[in-house]
């Protein structure tokens, strides 16, 4: 029996490839690939003379038989996708499951990952999360997937996405999710990495400013916020306004542009604020 190995590669920087992947991919008998082409560039880049073949989504089920029987032959392989950890919203279920039903060990060389690199720099607590995969295009599948998150006890959710969507999905999310906080990075470990955080109608905002923002791939972390700390926070908000105009003697313009400079509140949560004042008065 044969050995399967599952090695990441970089999502970006070639430099966070581990000397143990380099190995692997220098020693098995041939390596699985989902573009031979993108994965020879990888090749040429550490000198790795090796077989690829082309093992993708459209092909898997097709060509999982002849490479478990290759493997159950006694063939060591390894299975990497483009970028990143194969099986995380990439192909290679398949030929794993029938691996693990035929007693073929698989073993997994870990290496980077946008899921995780993106919740270790999110600046959010990671006790638990819901990863997703990419955001849902169809509206129906939006709803279910929002309704699932308002339900859940779980107040952290990973998606990718990608350049064209990226403002239509947080728009998506800012009106069923309002108050959500959120943490979006793009082209993590690239050249021209970005990352934006803060209320999500902000990073909608800093996005809208950004004209290179229909470029690079997105990773968008999701905190949704305590509805009832919402509600709070709403009052206080009004609040501060009033206390400010009083203590001040100003009126309300003024006290808008004093909240917002002294405090790290969202803009569109002040003006939302200052317009329940004004119905009052």
Known sequence: ???????????????????????????????????????????????????????????????????????QDGKNMALITDAG???????????????????????GIPGPSAVITSLSISGFEVNNFSFYGFFPRITKDKKELINNIKKSDINLFVFYESPKRIMDSLEYISNELNKSKVFVASDITKLHEKHYFGDINDVIDELKNNEKSNLGEYTIILKKENQEENKLQDI????????????????????????SKSTNLSKKDIYNASLNLKKLF
Do not use: W
Request: proline share 3%; hydrophobic share 45%.
């Open 236 to 259: 206080s908000i009004e609040a501060m306004l009033v206390d400010i105009i009083v203590k001040d003697n100003v009126g309300l313009k003024e006290a808008i542009e004093t909240l």
């Open 85 to 107: 950890t194969p099986l995380i919203c990439d192909p290679g279920y398949v030929i794993v499951e029938l691996a693990r039903k035929n007693n073929i060990e698989v073993i």
């Open 1 to 71: 029996m044969g050995t399967l190995y599952i090695v990441a590669t970089p999502i970006g920087n070639l430099g966070d490839i581990s000397k143990r992947a380099l190995e692997i991919l220098e020693s098995v008998d041939l390596v699985l690939c989902e573009d031979t082409r993108h994965s020879l560039k990888l090749f040429n880049y550490f000198d790795i003379k090796n077989k690829l073949i082309a093992y993708h989504k459209f092909n898997e089920k097709e060509k999982s038989s002849s490479v478990l029987k290759q493997l």
